[in-house]
């Protein structure tokens, strides 16, 4: 369930409600916020810093992780917060709009509300070398550094199933993955586990990336500025997801099932295949399934050339808030979170993230997972994006409902139309 969390609000790329919107715009008006570059303040004090607390990062977690930085800092004290809300997006924009904002925010991304409230780091020489830093950028500027990076385009396989099925190695195109699940069917397996809640569009979204950012590489910009049109660029991937339902690939009654529920299914070795982002490593590797698990790359449509880009987030983004007193501890307590090796080696290991050259902890599988980031020819952002490359706030939820509608009988046309209308609304 750890992970369920950061799903919603890192894999939703951090970006605000917008309700959460208003008030963090209000903010910015008023509330002892200032537009200078916040004091440099001095080389002791309290720096507060605002963070997410899951079941595996717990605040006992956060303390023990920065202490370190204390004891090298005598006469420095990190306070770590918890949300007052349900997330820390929720909680920012409430403490934004009393003027007690924090110094420190992990968790979301700099977006185009945000990014003015925050410090730039542009000049920081030790951000150039964090993950994502370059692609997380708004007009050329860092606001936000992380810690590792989330692999979104992943599909987990049980390996026994394939043998089964009679299924030599994974799928590299589209037209070879549904083949292969005609023969997972007929095995007696279910093809592709699949779930309700979130799961349902977030995992037609990881599919989608190789494909999408192989024909449009400027996917966002072309959608924004309508040279292309959202529901052709998805319809062709809605029309194999309608076939997937229509032909029994997929649970015609997975919407009534939770993702621990799916979970479940898929490690208890009742399903071929699982789409779904890096952090389920850690959750396989504790289920300990007694089959073979793997996984492979999202594969790309036919003639497309394979691996196709990675759909990645940005893992534990942290942001200095420009109203700060202490500006200067403040940017040195995150660069000591994202570019320490004990630091970084802790959090990529508590939550399961990744990041180039740190492979000595990981699990077979999770070593899988390192190699294909490792073999993409590139990343590119995920659901409502981040940084430069983003759709409007709201994206992931109305696709989600949208392909949940082809469980209920709408066509695969009236979902791509759907999207179509819900972006015009937006300009």
Do not use: H
Not at 95 to 108: F, Y
Not at 118 to 145: I, R, S
Not at 150 to 179: M, R
Not at 194 to 205: H, I, P, R
């Amino acid at each position: 369930m750890a992970r369920t969390v950061r799903r919603k609000a890192g894999r939703q790329l951090g970006l605000l409600t917008s309700a959460a919107l208003l008030l963090v715009s209000a903010a910015g008006c008023g509330g002892g916020f200032s537009d200078n570059k916040g004091a440099a303040g001095g080389s002791t004090g309290e720096v507060r810093m605002l963070v997410n607390i899951t079941p595996n990062l717990t605040k006992s977690y956060w303390e023990g992780l920065v202490k370190p930085f204390e004891d090298a800092n005598p006469g420095v004290d990190v306070k770590i917060e918890a949300p007052s809300g349900s997330g820390v997006k929720d909680t920012l924009p409430q403490l934004l709009a009393a003027g007690n904002a924090p110094d420190v925010v992990e968790t979301l991304m700099a977006d185009k509300v945000l990014a003015p409230q925050m410090l730039d780091l542009t000049d920081e020489a030790w951000t150039k070398d964090t993950p994502l830093a370059d692609q997380a950028k708004l007009d050329g500027k860092v606001y936000t550094v992380g810690v590792g990076q989330q692999a979104q385009s992943l599909v987990f396989y049980n390996k026994d199933a394939f043998a089964k099925a009679g299924i030599a190695e994974p799928p590299k195109d589209l037209d070879e993955l549904t083949a292969d699940m005609g023969k997972l069917k007929a095995a007696g397996y279910l093809p592709l586990q699949t779930a309700g809640d979130y799961v349902t569009g977030l995992q037609l979204l990881q599919l989608a990336d190789p494909s999408i950012a192989t024909k449009y590489p400027d996917w966002f910009q072309q959608v924004n500025s309508k040279q292309v049109k959202l529901g052709d660029t998805l319809l062709p991937l809605l029309d194999r997801y309608q076939s997937w339902i229509k032909n029994g690939y997929v649970d015609k009654n997975a919407l009534g099932l939770k993702d621990v529920g799916a979970q479940t299914n898929f490690l208890s070795g009742k399903a071929g295949m699982y789409i779904m982002g890096s952090w389920f490593v850690r959750t396989a590797d504790d289920a300990k399934p007694k089959f073979d698990l793997g996984v492979f790359a999202a594969p790309t449509e036919k003639g497309q050339p394979s691996p196709g880009p990675q759909g990645v987030t940005m893992a534990a983004p942290y942001m200095v808030l420009k109203s700060t007193k202490q500006r200067d501890l403040a940017v040195k307590l995150v660069q000591f979170l994202v570019t320490d090796k004990t630091a970084v080696q802790s959090q990529l290991s508590q939550d399961g993230n990744f990041r180039k050259g740190y492979t000595e902890k990981l699990s077979p599988l999770g070593k899988q997972v390192q190699d294909i980031l490792d073999q993409a020819p590139k990343g590119v952002a995920q659901g409502e994006g981040y940084g430069a490359n983003t759709l409007p706030s709201g994206f992931n939820g109305e696709w989600n409902k949208a392909v949940q509608s082809l469980y209920t009988g709408k066509s695969a046309k009236d979902v791509a139309t759907r999207m179509d209308s819900w972006l015009g609304s937006k300009s």
